[in-house]
């Protein structure tokens, strides 16, 4: 079992910046890749950033350049680094591991742009 806690969430002006956390606990060896997903009222979730155990990193069209993905394995923490971020990035967002076949979900971050 894997277990999910996100952080850093809040209220930022178009154009401002925030930094989300992930800290991953229990069964960490297992995973294979980790990453953040978002979800805005009334849409489906959406894949936002991915990195893999070595190191691969890949990124939604709509947040290259202006969002960052990284790990800190000695603290089994991923970061989602968002700058630049516009009314439209306003949603939960939802840290995911994945461990072979099996996904797991943090409770999500609520992130409000206002314009």
């Known amino acids: 079992q894997v277990q999910l806690v996100e952080s850093g969430g809040g209220l930022v002006q178009t154009g401002g910046s925030l930094r989300l956390a992930c800290v991953a606990s229990?069964?960490?060896?297992?995973?294979?890749?980790m990453g953040w997903y978002r979800q805005a009222p009334g849409k489906q979730r959406e894949f936002v950033a991915r990195i893999t155990s070595g190191g691969s990193i890949s990124y939604v069209g709509s947040v290259k350049g202006r969002f960052t993905i990284s790990r800190d394995n000695a603290k089994n923490t991923v970061y989602l680094q968002m700058n630049s971020l516009k009314p439209e990035d306003t949603a939960v967002y939802y840290c995911n591991g994945q461990a072979g076949y099996r996904g797991y979900w943090g409770q999500g971050t609520q992130v409000t742009v206002s314009s």
């Open positions: 229990g069964s960490v060896f297992s995973i294979d890749a």
